[in-house]
């Protein structure tokens, strides 16, 4: 996030927005539900833009995490699921 926060311009535009666009997909996919077609069509869009670097930084074909020690917050937990993470 502080890499997104450094950003200025259309790159912090788009990397916002398809942050955003995670974060309204993630309850979808928390419950295990099929998104919205026009959020659908956004959350891929949002995925193949900016999303998929953040997997990338991750190691790539990261699909699952787990947080061990303390609770995981809930803001966290849907950042995660909203760029492809399973929590």
């Keep these: 996030m502080e890499s997104v926060e450094a950003m200025t311009g259309a790159k912090k535009v788009l990397a916002e927005w398809s942050i955003g666009v995670g974060l309204k997909a993630a309850p979808y996919f928390q419950r295990d539900a099929k998104l919205p077609f026009f959020l659908g069509l956004k959350y891929n869009l949002a995925d193949k833009l900016v999303l998929n670097k953040f997997r990338a930084v991750l190691g790539g074909r990261v699909a699952a995490a787990s ?11 849907s950042f995660f699921c909203g760029i492809g993470v399973s929590m």
């Design 67 to 77: 947080s061990g020690g303390s609770a995981l917050s809930p803001e966290v937990g």
